[in-house]
Structures are given as structure tokens and as C-alpha cells.
């Protein structure tokens, strides 16, 4: 069974962690959706490059790009933050 992860302490190792959680969720709500980064950044207007930093650490989304993100996926957006 998979764990909600939603933790705040102000740690930088936390955040991390959290963000390193979302990350491998992108790319595996992606997958599931059978998806690629292409299929992913259009709907939101984004070079598929964007998705492929997400997905790598090298961007991040606000909560709204996230929430958009999660539409375009169909997915909900708890599900970006299991463990």
C-alpha cells in the first residue's frame, strides 16, 4: 500500500524528499497515462523539454501547474504525492 507523504518542518531534507517524490510520480502518473513528455507539455502549452526537467529535478510547478498537470494526466493530485 502506498503512503501519503505531506510534511512540512521548514527542512531542507524534507522538501527534498518531497520534491524527489513528485518527481518520480510525474513520470510514472505519465506512463500510466501512456503519455509521452510531448503528449504531456502540449495541453499546457510547455516544450516537451519542460516535462522531461520536471522529471528530472531541474524545474518545479506551482500548485496550479501542478492541479493542470494532474488534468492533463488524468489523475488526481494527491496521487503526486504517494510514496
Do not use: H, W
Not at 64 to 76: P, Q, S, T
Request: net charge positive; charged share 35%.
Amino acid at each position: 500500500m502506498r503512503k501519503l507523504v505531506l510534511r512540512y518542518n521548514g527542512g531542507e531534507k524534507i522538501q527534498e524528499e518531497t520534491r524527489a517524490i513528485i518527481r518520480k510520480n510525474i513520470r510514472r502518473l505519465r506512463d500510466r497515462a501512456k503519455m509521452t513528455q510531448r503528449d504531456a507539455a502540449y495541453p499546457m502549452g510547455l516544450d516537451s523539454s519542460y516535462i522531461s526537467a520536471l522529471e528530472t529535478g531541474g524545474r518545479n510547478l506551482s500548485l496550479e501547474g501542478l492541479a493542470i498537470l494532474c488534468d492533463v494526466l488524468k489523475c488526481e493530485m494527491y496521487e503526486l504525492f504517494m510514496k
